[in-house]
Structures are given as structure tokens and as C-alpha cells.
């Protein structure tokens, strides 16, 4: 069974720090993964997939085979972070999407 | 283009009452979902359709009916409703063209079941 583990419900970090949201998961193969975004009042959208090895507003997202881990980092927080991010994945040739619970993330001025 | 639209945004229900949600999106894309938030729970996958009459339960199909009739709607059926199916609804929708594709979502619809 797939699962996507996002341990931290609520993370607070100061504006210029860095931030980290840990993310692991458990599936049986290779699968995509990707960090979602939802801020207040707007609708859920991607962040960024680790396929593309891209960085979006700042954030980097690195896929630990070994650890099974997809922590997504930034290295000097802002304030317009603040929002609650998801974790994802989905089978290599499947297009459901597994969530984490979800982080809230608030960046303090 | 409109992207993924929802309707309504809120519903309060009493228990036993029966009602759909709306969705449509207007990208010609195949793949369509819905999920439900709750918290400390993240989104779970309710039901999904990957083309026009073609539809299959997620992880947690029961208490809700799906149908595909046609590319842009995929509506949700509440048959009865239960105070458990309190929740934040969303639609989601992506091109079938590999894994991988983004998924688009709607702005959600957030039902009381009293």
C-alpha cells in the first residue's frame, strides 16, 4: 500500500530562515512525487514534482531513495509562504494522487 | 478558460437528504477526481474517471455515487447524507497523456451535514 507521511502538523519559522518540510513515503516501486500548495483563500496547485528538478518561488525538493524521503527546503523564508503544503504521490503509470495530512506553515515577520 | 469550477460553495444538509456537487472543467483534460479534506487527514481520494464513461472508487467511495457523461462534468452523488461526510469537497482534473501531469483543482465546496 502507498502511503505519504508528513510528520510536522504546524511548522512557525521566523522571515529569512530557512524551512524545511519533512515528507516520507512508502510504496512498493518508483514512484512521482510532488509538493502542493494551498494559500489562504486560493485553490490548491502544484509547487513543484521531483521529475522536473526544478526550484519554484525558492523551494528545492530533493527524492531520497534510500530514506524514502521528499523533504521540500528553503533556504530564506518569507512571509508570502505561509501556507499549508501537501505531499504527494502517485504509481508510475497511475494518475491518483496520494496525500499527506498536510503542514501549515507560518512565517513570522 | 474558467479551469476547474465548482458548485456550490457551501451546502448544509440535514442527515438523510440527498444532493450533487458540481464540477467542470474546461481543458479538455480526461482525468478527472474528487477528493475530500479533513483535517489532520490531508485529502483522500472519493472517485475518479479517467475519460467520458469511464469511472472507478478511490479510497473512499462509499456513501457517493460518480458519473461521467460527457469530458467537461463529473458530478458527485451524496445518496444520504451522514454528519461524517462533513467535509471540504474538491474536484481535480489533469491531461491522461502520462503520470506525472499536473493536477488541476477547483476551489472546493464545503458541506455541513447536520
Known amino acids: 500500500a502507498q502511503r505519504v507521511t508528513q510528520p510536522e502538523k504546524l511548522l512557525s519559522v521566523f522571515k529569512g530562515a530557512p524551512v524545511e518540510l519533512k515528507c516520507n513515503y512508502s510504496?512498493?516501486?518508483?514512484?512521482?512525487l510532488f509538493w502542493y500548495v494551498q494559500y489562504s483563500r486560493q485553490r490548491l496547485q502544484l509547487l513543484l514534482r521531483?521529475?522536473s528538478r526544478e526550484s519554484i518561488k525558492g523551494f528545492t525538493a530533493d527524492l531520497n531513495k534510500g530514506e524514502t524521503s521528499f523533504h521540500l527546503k528553503k533556504p530564506f523564508a518569507q512571509e508570502e509562504d505561509s501556507a499549508m503544503y501537501y505531499c504527494?504521490?502517485?504509481?508510475?503509470?497511475?494518475?491518483?494522487?496520494?496525500f499527506g495530512a498536510g503542514t501549515t506553515v507560518t512565517v513570522r515577520a | 478558460n474558467a479551469g476547474v469550477t465548482q458548485t456550490p460553495k457551501f451546502q448544509v444538509l440535514k442527515t438523510g437528504q440527498s444532493m450533487t456537487l458540481q464540477c467542470a472543467q474546461d481543458?479538455?483534460?480526461?482525468?478527472m477526481s474528487w477528493y475530500r479534506q479533513d483535517p489532520g487527514m490531508g485529502l483522500r481520494l472519493i472517485h475518479y474517471?479517467?475519460?467520458?464513461?469511464?469511472?472507478d472508487q478511490g479510497e473512499v467511495p462509499n456513501g457517493y455515487n460518480v458519473s461521467r457523461s460527457t469530458t467537461e462534468d463529473f458530478p458527485l452523488r451524496l445518496l444520504s447524507a451522514a454528519p461524517s461526510q462533513t467535509s471540504v469537497y474538491f474536484c481535480?482534473?489533469?491531461?491522461?497523456?502520462?503520470?506525472?501531469?499536473?493536477?488541476?483543482f477547483g476551489p472546493g465546496t464545503r458541506l455541513l451535514v447536520l
Open positions: 474517471s479517467v475519460g467520458a464513461g469511464i469511472t
Open positions: 504527494a504521490l502517485s504509481g508510475p503509470d497511475d494518475y491518483k494522487l496520494s
Open positions: 521531483h521529475i
Open positions: 481535480a482534473s489533469s491531461y491522461r497523456r502520462r503520470s506525472g501531469e499536473t493536477q488541476y
Open positions: 510504496y512498493s516501486g518508483s514512484p512521482e
Open positions: 481543458m479538455n483534460h480526461e482525468y
